[in-house]
Nanobody, 127 residues
Framework: QLQLVESGGGLVQPGGSLRLSCTTS????????VGWFRQAPGKEREGVSC????????NYADSVKGRFTISRDDGKNMVFLQMNSLTPADTAVYFC????????????????????WGPGTQVTVSS
């Protein structure tokens, strides 16, 4: 019932910043917790961050904590990922995904808990 599409990816130099957007449609976003994931070629998909419904609690992977910020605007049916101090290790396809589970704000839901996924947007960090 929910569709998602990412935007905002591109090429950025090390130390730079990007802001990714996830635009949703088909159902009110406030029914879902949302996560950001990333996948580099030849590597497993990795959870990056998540944000809850109603309470807006957030969590982050250790690799991005202090550099990335997740936020949401339910009135616009959008979720954002602000990425600062980017390094080449952040190069990946970034996905947003949604789950209807009642996440309580501890560890992010596992990948299998997310039923709805966007097609991804490429982020490349290179000089």
């Amino acid at each position: 019932q929910l569709q998602l599409v990412e935007s905002g990816g591109g090429l950025v130099q090390p130390g730079g910043s990007l802001r990714l957007s996830c635009t949703t449609s088909g159902f009110p976003l406030d029914y879902y917790a949302v996560g950001w994931f990333r996948q580099a070629p030849g590597k497993e998909r990795e959870g990056v961050s998540c944000i809850g419904r109603t309470h807006y609690k957030t969590n982050y992977a250790d690799s991005v904590k202090g550099r990335f910020t997740i936020s949401r605007d339910d009135g616009k049916n959008m979720v954002f990922l602000q990425m600062n101090s980017l390094t080449p290790a952040d190069t990946a396809v970034y996905f947003c995904a949604a789950t209807s589970i009642h996440w309580r704000g501890t560890d992010c839901p596992g990948e299998t808990e997310y039923r709805y996924w966007g097609p991804g947007t490429q982020v490349t960090v290179s000089s």
